[in-house]
């Protein structure tokens, strides 16, 4: 993404240390982005309805609202909108809890800013060209599933679900490579754009997100299966 392409994207920071939050606003906009600053949850919430984002850059341990309670309104408001963590709670627990709220991204404080920049972009972008990178068509069904690829969206058993774009991107990678193992080396690279054997535990977290609005029982899956040390299989177990 060039700065051209950039300046058009507005971000939401939510960040209430102060230093922190101007610096990141000084370098998102000397990388084209167009930023509002929020320091507690309340005005995050605030500006959130009063304007349109492209993407949220969230703190955890901020004032009134936390960051897991505003990323949760977010998401009902808005299931597709980018949501990237950025905080100093570390801990496996609340890295699980943030994802399982449905956030894309993870990121714990100490950061490289070029890190961050460049977790930005690649939302940004699966955002804008997602629809693009598909060979299967935009509506797939096989048994009671049906996936609505254009409108991000998950019908089982005659209920529908919205898809994050995180989401809808991995289950769709699964199915155009089905009946073959994936491992999560390659997930992480193909759909996260990120290569680093650290981040298995976000692929772990966002498959048991797809089996619970695909799955009859989440626990014994018969559509997306684990392969023990090599990754996942999707199977069509009902055909077209």
């Known amino acids: ?74 998401r009902t408001i808005d299931p597709q909108m980018p949501i990237l963590i950025l905080t100093a709670r570390t801990s496996a627990e609340d890295r699980v809890k943030g994802l399982e ?24 972008k699966r955002k804008m060209w997602y629809r693009s990178i598909s060979t299967i068509k935009n509506r797939y069904k096989t048994g009671e599933i049906e996936i609505d690829f254009e409108n991000l969206s998950l019908t089982f058993e005659s209920k ?40 298995t535990r976000t692929v772990d977290i966002f498959i048991a997100r797809l089996r619970k609005l695909m799955e009859k029982d989440p626990a014994h899956p018969v559509y997306i299966k684990s392969v023990r040390g090599a990754g996942y299989i999707f199977s069509d177990s009902i055909s077209n």
């Open 160 to 199: 529908s679900k919205s898809l994050t774009v995180h989401e809808a991107m991995l289950v769709k990678y699964l199915i155009e490579n089905k009946d073959r193992i994936i491992s999560r080396k390659e997930l992480l690279e193909n759909v996260w754009q990120i290569n680093s054997e650290v981040e």
């Open 101 to 124: 709220l449905g956030v894309d991204d993870y990121l714990t404080k100490p950061f490289h800013l070029e890190e961050l920049i460049l977790r930005i972009k690649g939302m940004l």
């Open 1 to 74: 993404m060039n700065s051209e392409q950039s300046k058009y994207n507005k971000i939401l920071v939510v960040e209430d240390e102060e230093s922190l939050a101007i610096g990141l606003e000084y370098n998102l906009t000397e990388e084209g982005f167009d930023v509002t600053l929020a320091k507690d949850g309340r005005q995050a919430m605030a500006e959130f309805n009063a304007k349109h984002f492209e993407l949220i850059v969230l703190d955890i341990m901020i004032p009134y609202l936390d960051g897991f309670e505003v990323a949760k309104q977010i």
